[in-house]
């Protein structure tokens, strides 16, 4: 007798909760969003995301350290495209964000709004939300050495800044304004800072 493949369920639960906890928190901001909302958005029951989260605080964590991959999914296409050209790789990434930001549906970064939504320093969410912009930080300064900056944490300060600055700015225009200008921008101050 053979055995039969197991007939696909469709998504896990976990994936459902993850895709519905996604979209509300970009959507509407993490403390708006109840587990009572996510688990109705999901299908699924509340005791399936603690049971697989334990907690808000670690479905939320999970979310970041997936949010964050959309960063760095963007770096690495900017990586792609200009192999072994430091300079082209990050103004590619801010010329992408100039397209991104004024988009009706952006609202900036997931990582930042988080860092926003829970000012304690010491909470869990805050924690791993400053670690992760620590990890950019530390890609900027690698890349403002790469292209020879002459202060290299400064660069990357000032690049930070108009990424950072883009994200919170984005919620403020509909279309344009200073948000669709950051590609410019990084532009000069890599220019400003690279003899």
């Known amino acids: 007798m053979a055995l039969k493949a197991p007939v696909s369920q469709g998504p896990r639960a976990k994936d459902k ?5 996604q979209n ?26 603690y049971r697989l989260f334990e907690s ?11 949010y964050q991959k959309i ?7 900017a990586e792609i495209l200009y192999p072994q050209d430091d300079k082209a790789q ?6 992408g964000l100039a397209e991104r930001a004024p988009r ?7 990582v930042t709004n988080a860092v926003v939504e829970f000012p304690d320093p010491r909470h869990p969410v805050r924690e791993v939300a400053s670690s992760l912009k620590k990890e950019v930080e530390t890609w900027l300064t690698a890349k403002a050495a790469a292209i020879g900056a002459t202060d290299p944490s400064l660069l990357a300060a000032g690049l930070m800044l108009l990424m950072e600055g883009t994200y919170t700015t984005s919620q403020l ?23």
Request: aromatic residues 12%.
């Open 17 to 21: 909760i993850l895709g519905a906890a």
């Open 24 to 49: 509300l928190f970009y959507e509407q901001g993490i403390r708006a969003v109840g587990v009572d909302e996510i688990v109705r958005t999901a299908g699924v029951t509340k005791p399936s995301l």
């Open 90 to 95: 990050l103004i590619a990434y801010f010329d």
């Open 71 to 77: 960063f760095w999914n963007w770096i690495e296409r």
């Open 173 to 195: 225009y509909e279309t344009g304004g200073p948000p669709a200008r950051v590609g410019e921008l990084a532009r000069q101050l890599i220019a400003l800072n690279c003899p």
């Open 104 to 110: 009706p549906d952006y609202r900036g970064c997931g």
């Open 56 to 66: 808000k605080d670690g479905l939320i964590i999970r979310y970041l350290a997936d």
